[in-house]
């Protein structure tokens, strides 16, 4: 029986300092919001150009925040990509405000074409999302020029790519504001956890009092003075300290956890290019690519269809995954208005193969060698 190579696998999450920090946190006897969680805040926003950072507990929480902070809600229609995880367009709907899909590009990134055509033709939209799909950031200059046409936000989902950037900075810093995702198989995680990046402080200040409730004073300023008003309605948001430690650590790896990622990527890129019928998009010199995922395409002269292929792999325990069914291919979304003939033809093309980082050079000859022998 041989060894399962997973699809994703996070290396360096317990180390000593995580172990040191937890007893740190317990010692002083300030669970959730505190010290740990402003250190790590502060230390994400720079890297990611950003004045402010707020911390939450996923990057779901981090998206509604940013949008209810910005006001959007019943009568507003936002701009999603058909091709994304569903917490992406799932925070308008709990909004109360309708989703539009944008088609994507053979990179699975949206399309600034179809995005255009889209606020061309409907007046009521009032934000954008772009998804850097895949660790590989969308073509944001080009969007914020469309959305600073039309006046719309443009919220950043990040989930994929923290540390990657365009030209040297990163995402997170173009939108209005950046959502990222600390969960357990993201490219850095605190097991569960989000954070908001922002320049706008009363965004950012919106944010914060969604995350604890709205109330007007923070845990830490209620230590010295416990008078406080609510005035308006927010939710527990809150990242603990435990996983403000852990970001800290994580981010500390960030860079060399990503560039591992990209050397694994390169050597998918340089076997796929002698196999009849696979291929890869996403090359972009001005773009750094964070690959929280690779993702091959089956083309008509590969021997297998992409369904055939999964199973192929599975039947060698090699997990793989399909990211994502365009949203319109769900349940709940079915009926969405848009555009996905794009979406829809890359859905029975792609698998995502096992992708992390220091994944051993046998393990990756398996899936190579996998892929190649068909
Ligand atoms: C593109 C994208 N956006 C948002 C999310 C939601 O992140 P979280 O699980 O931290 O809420 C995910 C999670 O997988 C995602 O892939």
Redesign the pocket.
């Known amino acids: 029986m041989v060894d399962e190579v997973p699809l994703y696998s996070v290396p360096n999450v317990i180390g000593e300092e995580i172990l040191e920090g937890v007893r740190d946190v317990l010692e002083s006897g300030w669970l959730t919001l505190g010290p740990k969680t402003n250190e790590f805040e502060e230390l994400f926003a720079g890297l990611h150009q950003s004045t402010q950072g707020v911390a939450v507990n ?4 981090a ?1 509604y925040a940013c949008l209810r902070a910005l006001g959007i809600g019943p009568n507003d229609t936002v701009v999603v990509p058909a091709v ?2 569903s ?2 367009a799932n925070v308008v709907r709990l909004l109360g405000g309708d989703v539009i899909l944008c088609d994507v590009k053979d990179n699975g990134n949206i399309d600034p074409e179809s995005l255009s055509g889209l606020l061309d033709t409907h007046e009521d939209i009032s934000a954008v999302i772009p ?1 850097h ?1 895949y660790g590989l950031p969308c073509d944001m200059p080009e969007i914020l020029k469309i959305a600073e046409e039309h006046e719309i936000f443009v919220i950043e ?1 990040c ?2 790519a923290p540390g990657a950037t365009i030209d040297g900075q990163p995402v997170g810093s173009f939108g209005d504001a950046g ?1 990222f ?3 357990a ?2 490219n850095m995680t605190t097991g ?3 954070m908001v990046t922002t320049d706008d402080p009363d965004l950012a200040e919106g944010v914060r009092k969604l995350r604890n409730h709205h109330q007007t004073r923070s845990p830490d300023e209620k230590k010295h003075d416990w008078g406080y008003d609510v005035d308006g309605l927010g939710f527990n948001f809150r990242m603990s300290e435990f996983e403000a430690v852990m970001g800290l650590s994580q981010l500390k790896r960030l860079a060399r956890m990503n560039e591992s990622r990209r050397e694994v990527a390169h050597r998918y890129q340089e076997a796929i290019s002698d196999i009849q019928g696979l291929t890869w998009e996403g090359g972009d010199s001005q773009k750094e690519h964070v690959f929280h995922l690779f993702v091959v395409q089956v083309q008509e002269d590969y021997p297998l269809t992409r369904n055939e292929l999964y199973d192929h792999l599975s039947k060698q325990e090699i997990i793989s995954g399909v990211h994502y069914p365009p949203l319109s291919e769900l349940t709940y979304y079915q009926g969405v208005q848009g555009k996905t003939k794009n979406a829809e033809e890359l859905f029975d093309r792609i698998l995502s193969i096992p992708m992390y980082p220091d994944m051993m050079t046998e393990d990756q000859q398996r899936v190579i060698d996998a892929l190649g022998g068909t």
């Open positions: 996923s990057c779901t929480s998206l994304t995880f917490a992406t998804v799909l989902d989930a994929h959502c995702s600390f969960y198989t993201k569960e956890g989000g």
